[in-house]
């Protein structure tokens, strides 16, 4: 058994906590790189968010999405970067 379902309550409520802050940072960021920073984050919370739903659930779906949603945040985070170092 993996667990009783309780501590991934815990895990995705504390998940969810820290993407609200890392939203907080987006909207009120004094700098640009700062809210690029935080949106990574952000990406980077909901992955593990979705790693532990695939886990609590014991689907495997979740894990895929999860691996997917990675790659496209990374691709996306690199955009964004490339764009503001051709705007400065």
Do not use: H, Q, W
Request: charged share 10%; proline share 2%.
């Amino acid at each position: 058994m993996i667990g009783s379902g309780f501590e991934f309550m815990v895990v995705a409520v504390a998940l969810v906590v820290l993407m609200l802050v890392c939203l907080a940072r987006v909207l009120l960021g004094p700098t640009m790189p700062d809210r690029v920073v935080a949106l990574d984050t952000i990406n980077t919370l909901v992955m593990a968010f979705l790693v532990v739903l695939g886990v609590a659930l014991n689907a495997i779906i979740y894990i895929d999405v999860a691996i997917v949603y990675a790659l496209l945040a990374f691709v996306s985070t690199l955009f964004i970067s490339k764009y503001l170092e051709a705007e400065a």
